[in-house]
């Protein structure tokens, strides 16, 4: 695979970090700040990205949280920040949880698929097994789990948006873990519910670019040997069937005779002539 997993053993030691993903405004700042007491971590009030470079805070388990900045942002810059990013996970080394933050009160995923995409391309298809969907602005006062009742919205409900999602889009038919907290006003209940989904997940270590190309290519290779040996397989396969069929027919000739290997290869033996009429 383009990216190793450590054993149980190495896991358990490993620093738990966490990465945050996801477009312009949604909360991811607000969630790393509630999650490290970091001022570093800045919220956007606008369309454009407030984080213009990758943030890395170490929380009090020694886990590090990395914000980064919003896809989608209104300077057209998702590339430039996909860039970053891999720098910024091949510098921590090994990521747990590569977290999808998500607006509850404007849930899109498909505007961030691209990017998804371009990231599992990147760092191969297993990182899929990282991804963790964490839906903010989700306040769990009576007054707001009313209004949604109201309305339709459960956490039912926005899981199987998300398991959609990642079917669909992203092929991938496993359930992906979501957590629900309103990062405006700490929620920190929700902050170790996502610690806790992170720590169970098995790390992946983050390699560059080049790195991961490199893997592909030999992987490619791998796999076109192993069909040029099935094709060769084959090919003797046939070759040793149609020899049995040539010696089955020359024992054939050896046996019956020219008349009788004759009649066995598919001709009619002739019958004798009758008395020619006077």
């Not at 209104?74 to 891999?86: K, L, M, N, T, Y």
């Not at 000739?253 to 009429?277: F, K």
Request: with cysteine; aromatic share 4%; proline share 4%.
């Amino acid at each position: 695979h383009s990216h190793t997993y450590e054993k149980k053993i190495t896991h358990n030691i490993m620093p738990n970090n966490i990465i945050l993903l996801g477009e312009t405004g949604v909360g991811k700042s607000q969630l790393g700040r509630a999650m490290t007491g970091s001022r570093q971590f800045v919220p956007s009030a606008s369309a454009q990205s407030a984080t213009q470079n990758v943030v890395m805070e170490k929380r009090a388990d020694g886990g590090y949280v990395i914000d980064t900045p919003g896809l989608k942002d209104s300077g057209g810059r998702d590339s430039a920040h996909i860039a970053a990013i891999a720098r910024a996970l091949k510098g921590v080394g090994t990521v747990n949880a590569v977290v999808l933050v998500v607006n509850s009160g404007n849930v899109r995923f498909d505007t961030v698929h691209s990017s998804l995409k371009l990231l599992v391309d990147m760092f191969g298809p297993n990182v899929k097994k990282n991804f963790v969907v964490v839906f903010t602005r989700w306040p769990t006062d009576p007054a707001s789990v009313a209004r949604r009742a109201a309305n339709g919205v459960n956490e039912r409900e926005r899981m199987a948006a998300v398991q959609n999602f990642f079917q669909r889009k992203m092929r991938h038919n496993k359930a992906v873990p979501c957590i629900f907290g309103d990062f405006l006003s700490g929620s920190q209940d929700a902050c170790r519910q996502l610690i806790q989904v992170s720590a169970r997940l098995c790390p992946f270590v983050c390699k560059t670019v080049q790195e991961v190309q490199a893997e592909a290519d030999r992987q490619r290779a791998e796999l076109e040997r192993q069909r040029q040996l099935e094709r060769e397989a084959q090919e003797r396969a046939r070759q040793e069937r149609e020899r049995r069929e040539r010696e089955r027919q020359r024992q054939l000739l050896l046996v019956r005779g020219p008349a009788d290997s004759h009649e066995a290869v598919g001709g009619r033996r002739q019958q004798p002539a009758g008395p020619v009429p006077r």
